[in-house]
């Protein structure tokens, strides 16, 4: 079995920010102000705009998948035994072709409400005028993405892939945010960091691959659908 674990970076050529670059969104929003569930308590208004406004950008025209993602739904296709775990709350995975992605994040294109618990796609803006289709409740309709101080999504179906895999593979991730960042640890296979830089956290992969992830992506994975790639056959 192979894992692949994906982060901003995988997205950053699609036109989407990461979070922890240079010109990353953690660089000009503080956490705190839109993304915890006290954030959302306190100022909710200010939570749906900074939402609202990264839903309208993944929606609108320029952003489409790049060749990194349309690589690993290729693999994906051509082996049942691959496993892929995003950070990402994009859809690009699903616009390449991607069979299954866990969303461990949660996703942008999604909606909660708080009144009923039910989730369901949603592409409009959020306010307090927003109607849960479910149960008609108005006003407590929150994004499905998965802030900091809750629980990311998947982390038992995850655990159990990482203990069984073969190859694990993280692909344009800082490795600065927890859990995420220990699944190195979790595998008992090999491990092989792609980014466009050391990242933090290199030292703890078997191998790392580096430049931008449309360039390194696509011939890691030929290597991987022609058998060519030694160290994964090795084991
Ligand atoms: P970060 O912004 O922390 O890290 C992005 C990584 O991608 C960095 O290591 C960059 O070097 C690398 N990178 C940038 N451009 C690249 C490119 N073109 N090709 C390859 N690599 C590139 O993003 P994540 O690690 O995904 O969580 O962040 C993890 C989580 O922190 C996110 O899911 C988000 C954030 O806060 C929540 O919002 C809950």
Redesign the pocket.
Known sequence: MIVLL?????S??SGL?????AD???TSVP?EEV?TPEAFARDPSRVNAFYNSRRRKLLGADIAPNA?HLALAQLQRSRPDVILVT???DNLHERAGSPQALH???ELLKARCLACEAEFSWQEDLSPESRCPDCGDSGRLRTA????N?R?RHLTEIAEALAACHLFVA???????NP?AGFVEMVKGHTVE????P??IAERFDEGIY????E?VPPFVEQLMSGDFAREEAR
């Open positions: 994906t982060g901003a970076g995988i950053q050529e920010s990461t979070f922890r670059d990353g969104t953690w956490i993304a990194a950070q990402n709350v461990m994040h949660g993405v998965v802030w900091f809750e990311p692909i344009g991730t800082s490795g600065s945010v995420a792609i980014n466009l830089a990242s933090a430049g931008p992830a449309s390194t």
